[in-house]
């Protein structure tokens, strides 16, 4: 008896075990590669320290919250890294970590990036990933357990130029699509952007454009600054509903803040937790199908 009580107890340890080993998951944006290059899709990425480059896979990497702590909410990462490489850890994983603690789960985008040497990629590129990753998630949100109408995107220095490819049109799926994926729709709900930059600010924001939270630097040493200045402008104009921070000093790539000798810059995470919770993201809700939930 004792030993068939062992092996049932060592049953039900493996799969525990291999559930606390297995790391974040990955999900390439398209199975077959993306559109045009799929005959790159095997080409290895090159990672050193704080940067990953060679990106011709486009994918998602899945941060989940503690069992039991999600709320629903979620969030496409898009780090920075001047398009020629991607700031994947400072401004991705550790962004994920921070999230996680606030039941949201998070997806950080690996975009491809045009400014690298020999690229074959455009900017067009990229607003096609960032596309694809808000549809991706969208589409499965029962499969992460998340609310499709509380998904936002996050985006650190060009990684700001990446949310404003999606966050400032329709969005709106084709239903004519062969891929299910391409049918949903890829706007997001929520916008956040952290000293942003790679792209100036549009000269005019619509006036049902995603609620934002800006945060940047005063002394940003890459006109970031101006941009969220500008930013911070139309939204006014447009009275769409904004949060701006402007902090007296941190230059420019500060990331969570963790190194910075300045209080203000350190505590910057709070300041987008607080936005979260105030708009209501991070409460508790049922979760529908993108499918038949109503946008």
């Known amino acids: ?47 050193q320290d704080w940067w990953v480059r060679n990106i011709h896979n486009p994918s998602i990497t899945v941060f989940r919250p503690p069992v039991g702590n999600a709320n629903g909410c979620a969030l496409v990462v898009a780090p920075g890294g001047g398009f020629h490489a991607l700031v994947f850890n400072s401004e991705g994983k550790d962004v994920a970590k921070f999230l996680n603690t606030l039941g949201v789960t998070v997806f950080v985008l690996k975009y491809r990036l045009p400014g ?20 991706l998630v969208r589409s499965r949100a029962i499969e992460f357990q998340i609310d499709p109408h509380r998904i936002g995107i996050l985006g650190f220095s060009v990684g700001g130029a990446v949310v404003m490819m999606v966050a400032f049109d329709k969005g709106e799926g084709d239903p004519k699509a062969v891929d299910p994926v391409d049918r949903v729709n890829g706007r997001p709900d929520f916008e956040m952007l ?19 939270f800006l945060l940047c630097a005063n002394d940003d040493e890459y006109g970031c600054d101006q941009v969220t200045m500008d930013l911070l402008r139309e939204f006014r ?11 007296p000093q941190g230059k420019h790539g500060f990331n969570m803040g963790e190194r910075s000798s300045f209080a203000a810059v350190r505590d910057w995470p709070q300041r987008m937790a607080d936005w979260l919770g105030d708009r209501g993201f991070l409460k508790p809700s049922t979760v529908e199908s993108p499918t038949t939930a109503p946008r």
């Open 237 to 247: 104009a447009a009275r769409v509903s904004v949060e701006a921070h402007f902090l």
């Open 116 to 135: 690298e040497e020999h690229s074959p990629y455009t900017m067009a590129n990229v607003r096609e990933d960032a596309y694809r990753a808000m549809r």
């Open 194 to 212: 952290v000293y942003p930059g790679g792209a100036q600010a549009p000269k005019t924001i619509p006036a049902d454009a995603p609620p934002a």
């Open 1 to 47: 008896m004792n030993i068939c009580i062992h092996r049932v107890l060592f049953a039900l340890w493996l799969p525990l075990t291999a559930l606390a080993q297995s790391g974040p998951q990955i999900i390439h944006l398209w199975e077959a590669g993306a559109p045009g290059f799929e005959s790159r899709m095997d080409e290895p990425e090159q990672a």
